[in-house]
């Protein structure tokens, strides 16, 4: 079963206007990236910039968030519907400083994901475990929670617009990189789990990315194990070389 391999940069509320545009005629410089999807997701203010900038190209420009609601009083919110309006096909969600820093419960999730399929965008579905977590052994307690609280309300269907980004919270940003074995470990109980409510034959199809302080020195590895099919980057996004450095790991 080959399935689609990816790797997404999210910048994260980092880089302006001026800065997007460096960073992304620099990743246009860089034309080797045969063996996997790529994508970049900049701040909204930057979205469309980016999208005019890589039009003829295929590194897709994917949003970092969005809204639950398709329009109304929600002071400073973009919605699905907008996102649509200028050409975004795939958005982000449940990314852990989400969750935290914004109070973004399963249930909002569920609705974020909805609205996100009824408007034809695809999602990048993060989650992940505290530390605390995997000292107690919960780890897969509380991922299969975010999962199925979620998402498994969709339909089989759906499942053709859903890739898993599995973030452990101890390795965002802080260097600490979920041993490949770890990953592997989680990645595979991912995919049984979505197997057993699902099918296996749906579950063999579903691209899962590892995010979490995947640098140029450790992409190859955690890449190259068996559930991994790609990466969800923060950090090392923000420099092209290293970028698409991680994007040839493959
Ligand atoms: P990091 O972030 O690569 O800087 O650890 C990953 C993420 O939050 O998606």
Known sequence: ????KIVA??????NGLQETE????????????????????????????????????????????????????YTGEVSAKMLSSIGIKTTIIGHSERR???????????????????????IIFCFGEELKDRKTNNHFN????????????????????????????WAIGTGETASSDQVQEMHSFIRNFIGQKYSNELAQKISILYGGSVKPNNAKEIFSMTDVDGGLIGGASLKSKDFFSIVNSF
Request: hydrophobic share 40%; net charge negative; charged share 20%.
């Open 1 to 4: 079963m080959t399935r689609k």
């Open 9 to 14: 940069g999210n910048w994260k509320m980092n």
């Open 22 to 73: 460096i960073l992304i005629n620099e990743l246009l410089a860089e034309t080797n990236h045969s063996g996997c999807e790529v994508m970049v997701a900049p701040s909204f203010v930057s979205l469309k910039t980016a999208i005019d900038s890589l039009n003829d190209n295929d590194i897709e420009v994917v949003s970092q968030n969005v809204h639950q609601s398709n329009d109304g009083a």
């Open 100 to 122: 935290e820093y914004f109070s973004e419960t399963h249930e909002i999730l569920k609705n974020k994901v909805d609205i996100s399929l009824q408007n034809s965008i695809k």
């Open 142 to 169: 509380i991922i299969s929670n975010q999962i199925s609280e979620s998402l498994f309300h969709l339909s089989s269907s759906d499942w053709d617009n859903i890739i898993l980004a599995y973030e452990p919270i």
